[in-house]
């Protein structure tokens, strides 16, 4: 038995065939610009969530094209992250009561960290609120520090915002996913849109054969029309509204709706939605609940592939990947105005907006039945994405801001 | 083969988005807002958003003209906004004259309509040009045509779009060259020709390759 090989890592160059290759020489040549420099990114956790997600892959291939980056990742006991999940909360906009000693714990952290770390690069990136007070150490060195935040912060708890906003002031930029997602600072505030990675599973290429197996294992009909709304069983992501606007379109069309979703297990509230899901679907064959387990990146891929027309009817969201993945997939996309998806969808261009379970069933059956418009919604869609939403953009945005902090931006 | 007089530079251009925190939700208040908000500002929104929208060859013109079709449901004043051809313009406070004048005779007669709250609000936001050189310098028509292929869309619209904001006014930073160190007049006047509105970046890469490419075996 041979050695076990090991996994290529995935560098610049693999994105030539998806990007081409003069944007790659173009990033090269904005990088030999910032030869020399170096980069610290810190957040809060190596694995598990999106920021976590983004940064394994663009530290990389930051340090491909040419700027040494370093990722380190702070460290708290359960007390601090009880603290930080209560603040990442009150950011948000829910009810929450900040105590003293909430505030002392956070300050106990930063200050545990700063001992333990040192900031030696020419730019130090803090990404969201758990390391926001390492920025005490920017008096170490001359260094550029940036803070990317990756929360709507529109509408934050008052005093947990005012307590933020002494170490966000010292920052010489703030990055934010969308316009709406912000307050009056005063410091510069860069859109800096979320990205996918192209190359990952939950986007790579498949074979045909993977899509048809896919879907055979979970039921679904390949030769019939398939509605896909891919997202955790939320309230928030209006589960029962997709069912009402199914069931509204089923009036005049055949079709089948898939809600693909995980989390229920682990959620007490997600278990609930789900069971509320079953029960509004009934005994409908055509309605495929899918609770996925976090490992299904290559199933979810197949599925929104799979698609006719993919679905995001929340009522609320962030910046809503789901349907960058779902726009890179060429899928025509009906989804509802709200937080960062009018970035995506671009209401009759890339995609259609809907404000309505109503609306959504009627944009669900004009895309039906002018498959042809459908088509041309998902390769703009594509190209939006494109030029916007991956990781290669990401890391080209970067560079970037790097040289404009330099002084070097026209 | 001839030789330019000054050899053509290509310069790698790419753009960061700021955010200014003035957000609208009114036709009323654009105009408000319009007529104060930095000349970057207008320039994100209607060159750059041009370039950066440049895959929707119909129905996307500048991003004032997208909000007020989709957020406000003002078709007409939105084709009156769509109309403004930024090719004609020498300066950004040019722009912003006709886009003010354009928006004040539509509250003027539809002052209901101009107070109307829109379903997404509008939000201003400025650009960030960043440029460096790029590894391409043209000293003659086929290196020229070379450079050309090898530049991404974003260096691209710095060159045929942005270039027309900047000495020598309202021409592309192609056709100058064409003209200036080659002494290709009637070349670089074809070039100036094309459309931005009504093809792709890539669209206008080819088209512009194709008018290169004949002339040279002509």
């Known amino acids: 038995m041979g050695a076990l090989s090991t996994p290529k890592l995935i560098g610049l160059d693999d994105y030539v065939p998806v990007v081409g290759q003069a944007e790659i020489d173009e990033m090269r040549a904005v990088a030999a610009c910032l030869e020399g420099r170096t980069v610290k990114m810190v957040n809060s956790t190596a694995m598990g969530g999106g920021v976590a997600e983004i940064l394994n892959r663009l530290v990389p291939l930051m340090t491909d094209v040419g700027v040494p980056t370093r990722w380190d990742i702070i460290t708290g006991g359960d007390d601090f992250f009880a603290v930080t999940k209560g603040f990442h909360n009150a950011l948000h906009g829910a009810a929450y009561e900040p105590t003293p000693q909430a505030f002392e714990i956070f300050r106990a952290c930063q200050q545990q960290n700063l001992a333990s770390l040192r900031f030696e690069e020419d730019f130090v990136v803090i990404h969201d609120p758990q390391p926001i007070g390492l920025v005490e150490a920017r008096d170490q060195k001359p260094a550029h520090w940036v803070w990317r935040c990756h929360i709507d912060v529109s509408r934050p708890h008052p005093e947990v915002w005012n307590f933020l906003v002494q170490y966000m002031k010292r920052y010489d930029a703030m990055m934010i996913s969308s316009p709406s997602f912000t307050r009056a600072l005063p410091i510069h505030q860069y859109l800096w849109y979320p990205s996918i990675d192209p190359l990952s599973q939950k986007n790579q290429e498949l074979e045909p054969e993977f899509i048809r197996e896919t879907l055979e294992r979970f039921q679904i009909n390949p030769k019939r029309r398939i509605l896909t709304q891919v997202s955790r069983f939320d309230r928030l992501k209006d589960p029962l509204g997709v069912i009402k606007a199914y069931k509204l379109v089923r009036k005049y069309t055949d079709c089948q709706l898939v809600l693909a979703g995980g989390g229920a297990k682990d959620d007490p509230e997600g278990g609930q939605v789900l069971a509320e899901v079953q029960e509004a679907a009934g005994n409908d064959p055509d309605i495929h609940i899918l609770d996925l387990p976090p490992w299904s990146a290559l199933e979810i891929n197949a599925l929104q592939r799979a698609s006719t027309i993919v679905l995001q009817k929340s009522l609320q969201e962030g910046f809503g990947l789901t349907v960058t993945e779902a726009l890179w997939k060429k899928k025509p996309v009906v989804a509802s105005a709200v937080g960062g998806i009018p970035l995506q969808v671009i209401h009759k261009l890339t995609g259609m907006l809907a404000h309505s379970v109503e609306g959504t069933a009627y944009q669900i059956r004009y895309l039906l039945s002018h498959p042809a418009i459908a088509q041309r919604l998902g390769e703009m869609g594509h190209e939006h994405v494109k030029e916007n939403f991956l990781v290669t953009r990401n890391l080209k945005r970067y560079l970037l801001l790097f040289l404009a902090l330099s002084g070097a931006a026209r | ?218």
């Open chain 2, 1 to 218: 083969m001839k030789q330019a007089a000054k050899p053509f530079q290509f310069m790698a251009a790419s753009t960061l988005v700021r955010i200014c925190g003035v957000e609208v939700r009114t036709v009323a208040d654009l105009l408000e807002h319009l007529r104060t908000i930095s000349a970057a500002s207008v320039f994100n929104h209607t060159f750059q958003s041009l370039g950066q929208h440049h895959f929707l060859t119909e129905g996307f013109s500048n991003d004032f003209a997208q909000w007020v079709l989709a957020a406000c449901n003002q078709p007409q004043l939105a084709e009156q906004l769509t109309s403004l051809d930024i090719r004609q313009y020498e300066s950004v406070e040019a722009l912003r004259a006709d886009l003010l004048r354009v928006l004040e005779e539509f509250v003027a007669s539809e002052p209901a309509r101009a107070q109307q709250r829109a379903f997404e609000p509008f939000y201003f936001c400025e650009a960030v040009t960043v440029t460096v050189p790029a590894p391409w310098r043209a000293h003659n028509l086929p290196e020229f045509c070379q450079g050309l292929e090898h530049i991404s869309r974003e260096t691209l619209h710095y060159h045929f779009v942005d270039a027309r904001l900047r000495e020598p006014l309202t021409v592309n930073d192609f056709s100058y060259w064409l003209e200036d160190s080659l002494g290709l007049k009637e070349l670089g006047d074809r070039v100036d020709l094309i459309d931005i509105y009504t093809n792709t970046l890539d669209g206008v890469r080819q088209l512009i390759l194709e008018e290169c490419r004949s002339w040279t075996e002509a």
